[in-house]
Every structure is written in C-alpha cells, then in structure tokens.
C-alpha cells in the first residue's frame, strides 16, 4: 500500500498555467433615456416620457423590470438583468412517486449536457436514468440502466460518456453490490462495462474523470483505489491511497486531483498524468462533501458542513492552501458546489436552496457579499431535492438542474452570471 502522508510527498515544480476560461458577460444596458432635440411644435404633438423603472413594462432602454425595488431577484432596483437567462426547460421527465435524486451534471467542450438522476429501490437496487441534451436544451438521448446507482458521470472526447456507481447482481438467490463502471456513446448505447470490488454490505464510489485517452476512476471502501482505464474500461494503472475519497477532477492538463476524508476532516491529493503521487495536503476542515474545480489558476476546493461551507483555495502544483474562507449565505443551506467565475472580479456563482425549499442561482463576492440570486427554474417553482450545478467551457456558462416539486418533475436551466 503506498503510504501518503501530508508533507511528505511535495512536488515543487510548477505544472502549467492553466488559461482562465473565458465567461460570457452580459452586455452593457443602454441609458434609460436618451437626449434628443424637438421643436416647440413637434413638443405638442406627443408625449415622449422617459422610461418608469418599477412599473412593470419594460421600455426604453430598460433590461428588464419586474415591477419592485428588490435587487437580489435577477432583476435590480435600477432595472437592469443581473443575471442572463438562456433557457429553462420544465417538462424533461414523467412525474414519479418513486424517491428520485439528481447526482451529477456534466458539459462537454461542445456545449452537450449530461446529467444523471436515480430511482432509489432499496430491496432489488436502483435505477439510473441518463440523460443528454444539446447546448440549447434539446433533447439529444435518453436511457436508463436497471440495478445501478449511479453516483457521478463525465463527459469524454467524441460525446461519449463515462458514469460510475454501485452495481447489483444476483446469482441464485444471492445477492450482492459492487463498484460499476459504464461507457456510453454518442447515442446513449452502453458500449463497455466494468465491475469489481464487490461487496455485499456497501458500495462508496468517490467520483470519475474523462482526460483525453483514458478515464480515472476512484473506487472507494476503507482505502480508496484511484484507477486509470483505457477506452474499452480496461484496467492500466491503479494507485492506492489511504484515504476515503469523495470526489475527483481532472480537468487541469491531465493531472488528477482528489479529495479524500480522514478522520473526517479534508485531504487533497495531487497526482501527475502518470498518477505519480505529488503531494497531499491537510485542509483542517470537516465536511460532508466536496467538490473540485478550477479557479483561475488555482484550483477550488468546495467543503460542504452542516451550518456553512468552506471554500479552499489550493496551488496545483505544490498542494499550498493559498485561502480558506467560509461560505454562509443568508437564507441558503451551505453549498455543496460552488464554481469560481473569472479573475478580473473573483466573484463566485452557486446554486443551493432556501430554507423552503426552493432552488436559487447565486452569484457573490470572494467576502461573501450575495449581489444577486435568482429562484431557479422560475420564481413559482419548489424543488424534490438539492439541485445540481457545473460550469461549461464551451461558453462560459452555466447549467443547473432540478426537481419540481412532489411530482419530482426534471427541470434545467441555463445561465450566464
């Protein structure tokens, strides 16, 4: 077993810098009035009056204008679009009494949405339904996979995707769980499987990334088995490390980062192409969850607590923590995403729920300071469950995803900041 211990194992050379992608900005909005000359005569001949923010008709040069002062509702005091919608889809899935969650959201460099939801059924395993959407929300494909939970997915080169989860077999009368790994095309065809590290008790997956020949997979039990897999899921190189491990990123020029749990407080661990170990760092912090993605030039290490969450900023080439600062939100249960949107204002979009229950779209400055929300698909709607948020490189948006309310209906939107 290779032992990685914080502090031990440092890389100190720098891996790249990575090119902050660019966000797509809303365009500036025009004056609310504009000068104009008029004769004393043509002055009688009609009424030309500026434009009434807070009306609720927008006019002139008005971005929008919802008929209040609020500046924390898409729409601020000043009548201007603080936050571009592109679309909202509602009607994406049956309705379902079953216990129905979204696990994971993906974007391909095309712009081509992924995203995953399961059935959960206790006694013979769940169902997972896949589904695939183009950059404008149409419907590409949809298919599901029966006895297999799957807890994360990742888009891969060609439109294909990778999921991963628990598995569920039975031979006779006995049953049993497992580590699953599928491959879909670009249609939705399951075109390679993998199982293993069965278990008849329990089934921890961490997460799974897509580089730009081979898949990593993280297999998580008492220890965690970071894989990497061929296009055919064939196993090619396994790495052991002595933490349990929840989530996995690997979009940073092929290395691979991970964040794991010891004692319950958050490692995170570098490893080369090659998954070569680099460094593991000790943030201090406890948590529920994490995810990874990029920030700048860093990465960004989100913590979800029980009251607040934690944001970590981390150097990827030698592990240093560069900042840790909390993430509470009024009104908002602590984020278990938060995405990071370009260096210029450091600013930060997430979308977690309100205290009732209802989804929201959130953008915020590095000290916390809310400077829009947005209730999310629309300001009517409740959610079945916590919602799902990733940012596409494709256009510098992003998309989040949903459940409307008892009928657990699907719903996705997608938005610039």
């Known amino acids: 077993m290779l032992s990685l211990r914080a502090g031990i194992l440092r890389h100190t050379s720098a891996l790249g810098l990575l090119v902050p992608l660019a966000c797509a900005q809303s365009e500036p909005q025009a004056s609310a009035t504009s000068a104009s000359t008029t004769s004393a005569a043509d002055a009688t001949d009609g009424d030309d009056s500026a434009a009434i923010c807070g009306d609720g008709v927008v006019e002139g040069g008005e971005g929008c204008d919802d008929g209040n002062a609020d500046d924390l509702d898409g729409c601020s005091a000043a009548c201007t679009r603080d936050i571009d919608i592109r679309w909202c889809r509602t009607d994406l899935s049956p309705p379902t009494s079953i ?37 404008e929300g149409v419907d590409v494909w ?29 031979s006779g009368d006995v ?13 939705g065809a399951i075109v390679a499987e993998l199982q293993g590290g069965q278990n008849s008790h329990t089934c921890n997956l961490g997460d799974v990334g897509a580089l730009a020949q081979s898949v990593i997979g993280v297999w998580s039990d008492s220890t965690s088995l970071i894989r990497e897999l061929n296009a055919a899921l064939d196993p090619v190189n ?23 749990q010891l004692d319950g407080v958050v490692q995170v661990a570098g490893f080369s192409p090659a998954l070569s170990p680099l460094w593991v760092t000790d943030t201090g912090v ?87 929300s947005r209730r999310l698909p629309n300001e009517t709607a409740t959610s079945g469950d916590a919602v799902v948020l990733a940012r596409s490189a494709h256009d510098g948006t992003f998309v989040a995803a949903g459940h409307i309310g008892e009928e657990q209906r699907l719903w996705l939107c997608k938005f610039a900041p």
């Open 99 to 135: 216990p129905t969650i979204i696990t994971d959201i993906d974007v391909s460099d095309s712009g081509r949405i992924a995203l995953s939801r399961v059935e959960t059924v206790l006694v013979q395993g769940g169902t997972t339904h896949l589904h695939a959407f183009d950059a």
């Open 142 to 170: 949809s298919t599901s996979i029966e006895r297999m939970e799957a807890a994360s997915l990742a888009t891969a080169p060609g439109e294909a995707l990778i999921t991963a989860g628990c598995g569920h077999w039975t």
């Open 175 to 187: 049953g049993t769980r497992g580590q699953q790994f599928n491959l879909l095309d670009n249609t």
């Open 238 to 260: 396994d790495v052991t490390l002595p933490l349990l491990a929840s989530s996995i990123y690997t979009g940073w020029f092929d290395y691979t980062f991970v964040a794991a």
């Open 286 to 372: 406890q948590g529920m969850g994490t995810a990874i993605t990029a920030a700048g030039e860093d990465l960004l290490v989100t913590i979800e607590g029980a009251e607040t969450s934690t944001r970590v900023t981390i150097a990827p080439g030698t592990g240093e923590v560069l900042e840790l600062a909390p993430v509470a939100l009024a009104d908002l249960s602590p984020p278990r995403h938060v995405e990071f949107i370009d260096g210029d204002s450091g600013d930060l979009v997430t979308v977690t729920m309100t205290a009732d229950g209802r989804p929201t779209a959130v953008r915020f400055t590095p000290d916390g300071d809310v400077l829009w």
